[in-house]
C-alpha cells in the first residue's frame, strides 16, 4: 500500500515563502517520478513541478523561478521550496506518485497566499 503524506502548507502573505512535504511509505527511487500538482477553488488541477527518478525535473512556466522540485534519499520525502508567493498560488497542493502504471495521491494541503 503506497502512502502519500503531505505536510507544510497553511497561511502566508505574497511575498513569503513555504515549504511543503511529501512523504512517503517506501523508498522514492521506487517510483518512476513524483510530482506536485495543485487545484485552485473552481479550476482544473494542474501541474506544478515533478521529477523522475534520474533526479530530471519539469517546472510550470507559472511558477518557475520562484518554486522548486527537490528529493531526499534518506528521508523518502519529496519537497516544494516556493518562494515569492502569490494570491494566484493559492490552491489545495497535492503530492502524486507513479509506479507500475499506477498512480498515487495523496490527501493534499492547503496553502494560502494573501495580499
Known amino acids: 500500500q503506497v502512502q502519500l503524506v503531505e505536510s507544510g502548507g497553511g497561511l502566508v502573505q505574497a511575498g513569503g515563502s513555504l515549504r511543503l512535504s511529501c512523504a512517503t511509505s517506501g523508498s522514492i527511487f521506487s517510483f518512476i517520478a513524483m510530482g506536485w500538482y495543485r487545484q485552485a477553488a473552481g479550476k482544473q488541477r494542474e501541474l506544478v513541478a515533478s521529477i523522475n527518478v534520474g533526479g530530471s525535473t519539469n517546472i510550470a512556466d507559472s511558477v518557475k523561478g520562484r518554486f522548486t522540485i527537490s528529493g531526499d534519499t534518506a528521508k523518502n520525502r519529496v519537497y516544494l521550496q516556493m518562494n515569492s508567493l502569490k494570491p494566484e498560488d493559492t490552491a489545495m497542493y497535492s503530492c502524486?506518485?507513479?509506479?507500475?502504471?499506477?498512480?498515487?495521491w495523496g490527501q493534499g494541503t492547503q496553502v494560502t497566499v494573501s495580499s
Open positions: 502524486n506518485a507513479q509506479r507500475g502504471g499506477n498512480i498515487y
